[in-house]
């Protein structure tokens, strides 16, 4: 496991276990009711969005050699969601390496499948912390703050609820 953990802890996108905990992190929320729907999920997302597009509208070089650094599969696709988004109307010509197409994030609605991604790599980054600020769990720290919160805490109240259904 050791190695599986090593491989996925920076969203090293050629590893296969970076895929795993993120289709996973899927599956978690489809399982447990879409609960990247939930309203604190979305609105601890909504709240992190406005910081991320001064970072990525203000600070673009240092967005993107974070992005290469952690080689990122899932924090770029979060990137290609917000430049999908109203409020990301000053970043749309922000690109990155990876991502879904625009075409996907308009599929339905682009707020929902940018809480269903973010969920997954925040699940991803979740399961395979380390605890170092350099990682894709520090940048879900320090980018999304609200969202990881939110994350972890509809995560132990579901936990609770499934622990009483015995």
Request: proline content about 2%; charged content about 30%.
């Amino acid at each position: 496991w050791g190695k599986i953990f090593s491989e996925s802890k920076d969203y090293n996108i050629q590893s296969k276990w970076t895929t795993f905990f993120h289709e996973n992190g899927h599956r978690i929320d489809h399982i447990l009711g879409n609960i990247s729907a939930n309203k604190q999920f979305q609105d601890a997302m909504m709240e992190d969005i406005p910081n991320v597009i001064i970072r990525m509208k203000f600070e673009p070089d240092m967005v993107r050699m974070m992005m290469k650094d952690h080689n990122s599969n899932g924090v770029q696709d979060i990137m290609s969601a917000i430049r999908n988004m109203r409020e990301g109307k000053d970043v749309r010509k922000f690109r990155t390496n990876w991502s879904h197409s625009d075409r996907y994030w308009k599929r339905r609605n682009v707020y929902e499948e940018a809480a269903s991604e973010l969920f997954a790599d925040i699940s991803q980054t979740h399961a395979t912390d380390s605890g170092n600020k350099d990682t894709a769990t520090g940048y879900m720290k320090e980018y999304f703050p609200n969202s990881y919160k939110a994350f972890k805490d509809i995560i132990k109240k579901e936990a609770q609820r499934l622990k009483k259904m015995g």
